[in-house]
């Protein structure tokens, strides 16, 4: 093999391996960081990934939120219908937040099955469109539908 294609097979195989660490890396970080949406019925199901961060989504139980007086700590259960999950949160939550209405919580399972929430965020219903773009629609003359529940 002369030189030339040493030197040439060296930078080939240099570029693999690098590119091979930068891919190694940035699907390490990726997973780490990923968040799987479970319903209840996956906890109930043990679905749920151990020892990770999870997103927890369902809708706030009738008759289930309470609320500590002393301090900013609520506990309430998340329901899909079929299993419910008791979830336990210590700040400040959203504006749209009440029984009945679609949560996700992010945190994590303990050994119990209580999920403890480090953020919780109050969902729209799906029938839910921002002005901007009704108005946009209408302008175009494409009203949007109504829809039927």
């Known amino acids: 093999m002369t030189p030339t294609r040493r ?36 906890v109930y199901a043990d679905a749920a ?11 706030v139980a009738a ?9 900013l700590a609520v506990a309430f259960m998340v329901t899909d219908g079929r299993h419910e999950v008791p979830v336990s949160f210590e700040g400040i939550l959203p504006d749209l937040f009440r029984e009945g209405q679609g949560v996700i ?3 994590h399972l303990d050994g119990t099955g209580r999920f403890h929430a480090d953020e919780v965020l109050a969902r729209h219903d ?23 529940s």
């Open 7 to 42: 030197k040439r097979l060296a930078l080939v195989a240099v570029i693999v391996l690098g590119v091979g660490a930068a891919t190694a890396v940035a699907i390490t970080a990726l997973n780490d960081n990923m968040l799987y949406f479970v319903s209840p019925s996956d």
């Open 49 to 59: 990934p151990p020892d990770r961060r999870i997103r927890l989504g369902g809708l």
């Open 63 to 71: 008759g289930s939120v309470k609320r500590d007086p002393d301090s």
């Open 105 to 107: 919580a992010h945190g």
């Open 126 to 148: 799906e029938t839910y469109m921002p002005p901007e773009v009704m108005r946009s629609l209408e302008a175009a003359g494409h009203p949007p539908e109504a829809s039927e």
